[in-house]
């Protein structure tokens, strides 16, 4: 059986006291003002069908969260809350209980927009954030009201866990459970780093420490598209991508162009089947599914600098994304 020797006590204490500060940092920077940008969100579902006896069984009407993310009442929730919901209400943290109007849904990311006649203070968004730091979660978790839970930030720009077609991640050991999705992710400094999104379980549907929120950048560039336009307005790069082999991962990361559509984007830069993509913009490309949802962050008409590995060389290649 393993023993702590007194130094060892001593240094087991100081580790203690530092996880503690790390775990209160993010928690002391939270005010009522930061539970006032987040909402819980109720859905109504429609009738449904009877069975075969004409009995009607009820669906149950499970309680979300949002995140107040601009000002004039607008909320970021997730998509697969509200469902085919007739109507969406929303409870304050004051208890009021608001209508809220759907102002637009973004399957491919799973993120939707609600409206209330309500003047929420949204949050402040903030920038990426490193390994390690502290971060914590505010929502509705099984719907007993808004509470906070801590931890810190796993993993950055996680794509390819299987939850949406567009992925772009912060994972996080803070203890997340249903009805928290759509609820905020804040740093120590109060500010909105994403919006929770996904709990990754095994064959059960509560908390193990591996949790998912949408990463603030886009999930600002989803609801500016939506309030401005009702949808997202993609830009379309014309390659399609594939994962690398076996071999090829043992000399090199990012993703193998398996092609390019005539006429398209990538052709007219000068990309080619068998080129591979290491970077879209400030964005390193490790995976296939990296490329989807670096693409995602252009508009029609803007231009992405990509990192090309052909024949040995790195290429700099400007691709200005289709309509």
């Known amino acids: 059986m393993m023993r702590w020797r007194g130094r060892d006590t001593y240094g087991l204490l100081l580790l203690l006291g530092g996880l503690a500060g790390l775990a209160a940092g ?47 009442g607008y909320l970021v929730t997730n998509l697969h809350v509200l469902r085919d919901a007739r109507r969406v209400d929303v409870r304050l943290a004051d208890g009021r209980l608001l209508p809220a109007e759907i102002v637009g849904r973004d399957p491919p990311t799973d993120l939707a927009v609600l409206k209330v006649e309500a003047a929420l203070p949204p949050l402040p968004p903030g920038p990426a954030p490193a390994l390690a730091a502290p971060v ?18 796993s993993a950055v720009h996680r794509t390819g866990t299987g939850f949406n077609p567009i992925e772009d991640f912060v994972q996080t050991d803070a203890a997340i459970n249903p009805g928290a999705s759509g609820g905020a992710l804040v740093d120590g400094e109060g500010r909105l780093v994403g919006v929770v999104s ?106 992405a600098e990509l990192e090309i590995r052909r024949d040995g060389g790195t290429l700099r290649i400007t691709l200005e994304l289709a309509p």
């Open 26 to 72: 993010p928690a002391a920077a939270l005010t009522p003002a930061t539970l006032e940008s987040v909402v819980s969100v109720l859905p109504v579902w429609p009738e449904p069908a009877p069975d075969a006896g004409g009995r009607r069984q009820r669906l149950e009407e499970p309680e979300a969260s949002a995140v107040a993310v601009k000002p004039g």
């Open 136 to 153: 914590c979660a505010v929502g509705n978790q099984f719907g007993l009201g808004l509470s906070v839970t801590c931890g810190v930030v």
């Open 198 to 303: 996904a709990i990754f379980t095994k064959q059960t549907d509560a908390n193990i420490g591996v949790n998912f929120a949408t990463s603030v950048p886009l999930v600002m560039r989803v609801v500016e598209d939506l309030i401005a336009h009702g949808r997202v307005l993609r830009g379309r790069s014309g390659l399609r991508v594939a994962e690398l082999s076996e071999a090829e991962r043992g000399r090199l990361a990012g993703a193998v162009v398996q092609a390019v559509a005539s006429g398209g984007a990538a052709e007219a830069a000068g990309i080619r089947p068998g080129d591979v993509v290491t970077r879209v913009g400030e964005r390193p490309i490790r995976r296939a599914s990296d490329v989807s949802s670096a693409f995602y962050m252009y508009r029609p008409g803007a231009r």
